[in-house]
């Protein structure tokens, strides 16, 4: 060994083990130390490791595992000898440079939050503002081809067919004539029907489309109290609050559909037929509908406040949940109440319907409950 130049320490009778990373052969080897730590097989040629690139590697109690960042990856050297494994690991000063020290970790574990945090932020901040920005700005044959979708969603649940009494038909589209008029809505953008299903609820969806349900109808007492939900509904159309909605609880994929077209495959069905049954809008939308449809009510010269009083005879003092009450995250029924009876007015225009077209209205759906 005196041709290697090295010092060859005493060898522990517990073998030391060298893999080279080549073959699986188990290999029992002597170590000799000088200017690099040189793995001596009997009858084989010397495998020369740096110092400079040995690491330490994951190992068993007992057994001092070894690798070399110029070996193959899965070369490994076991040392047994604790006396022999402390004379190589003295002479490997980046021994554990690889391995995370507790700044390290701390690097880690902040970054990490950092991560979670720019999440949130997004979720919270970068979602809604992309919503905001972009539900105007949708085409609008786009989102008509959103409503479409979602609108068979919404007849599979609610029934399949409008309600198509001619005479009830025939009141209803006068009645969301004056109102969609008022709002200042073009003519092809919006579409209206009756439901066929006890519930009483309203909503509109992506493409101006807006449905009232039967259940709705039977509760209202006259037509004030239905135009001030319609005027409501259309409040949401007008600002975009469809579209904003998708656009968010879509979030991401919603985005990325949009971006490349693919908005009315599943996600969008999904998302879509979702936040309609949900009929969910945030507390700042719904109050700006409501404030909407105050201003339709008096441009008609009709008052609010009936509205409001329908609302309330649905859901009670303290509003419902689920599919029996009018939008479940509406501001509390009687807070809507309290402004509307503020903003009430004495009558100064015409009905909006005459009160046999009323009764018409009130069997659109046909006489048998359903």
Request: net charge neutral; with cysteine.
């Amino acid at each position: 060994m005196s041709e290697l130049s090295t010092e060859v320490p005493a060898q522990s009778a517990k073998p030391t083990i060298f893999f080279d990373g080549v073959s699986s052969r188990r290999r029992e080897v002597s170590l000799a130390l000088g200017d690099a730590l040189d793995i001596v097989e009997e009858g084989g040629a010397p495998v020369r490791w740096a110092y400079a690139d040995i690491r330490r590697a994951d190992s068993p109690a007992g057994i001092l595992r070894l690798a070399s960042t110029s070996a193959p990856p899965l070369a490994r050297l076991e040392i047994r000898d604790a006396a022999l494994a402390a004379d190589v690991t003295a002479r490997c000063m980046r021994l554990d440079e690889h391995q995370t020290s507790r700044r390290g970790v701390a690097k880690i574990v902040g970054w990490s939050v950092a991560a979670a945090v720019s999440i949130v932020c997004v979720v919270l901040f970068g979602v809604p503002l992309a919503a905001d920005r972009l539900a105007p700005l949708v085409p609008k044959p786009i989102e008509r081809r959103i409503g479409d979708a979602s609108e068979v969603q919404v007849k599979t649940i609610f029934g399949r067919k409008a309600c198509e009494d001619p005479a009830g038909k025939a009141a209803f589209t006068k009645l969301v004539n004056r109102l969609r008029d008022a709002a200042g809505l073009d003519d092809d953008s919006m579409t209206a029907g009756v439901l066929p299903t006890s519930v009483p609820n309203a909503f509109a969806l992506p493409g101006g489309k807006v449905y009232v349900l039967r259940g709705l109808v039977d509760k209202a007492e006259n037509p004030d109290e239905l135009a001030g939900i319609l005027a409501h509904e259309l409040g949401h159309l007008k600002h975009y609050d469809n579209m904003r909605g998708l656009i968010y609880n879509g979030g991401t994929s919603f985005l990325i559909g949009l971006l490349f077209g693919d908005v009315t495959g599943s996600s969008a069905v999904i998302f879509a037929s979702r936040s309609v049954v949900e009929a969910s809008y945030s507390r700042e939308a719904e109050t700006a509908a409501d404030t909407f449809a105050i201003e339709i009510m008096h441009k008609l010269g009709r008052s609010p406040k009936p509205a409001a009083e329908l609302m309330f005879r649905i859901t009670g003092k303290e509003g419902g949940s689920g599919l029996t009450t009018i939008l479940a995250s509406h501001p509390l029924t009687e807070d809507r109440l309290a402004r509307m009876t503020k903003e009430d007015r004495p009558a100064s225009g015409p009905p909006l319907l005459t009160d046999k077209e009323w009764q018409s209205l009130k069997l659109i759906c046909g006489s048998g409950k359903i």
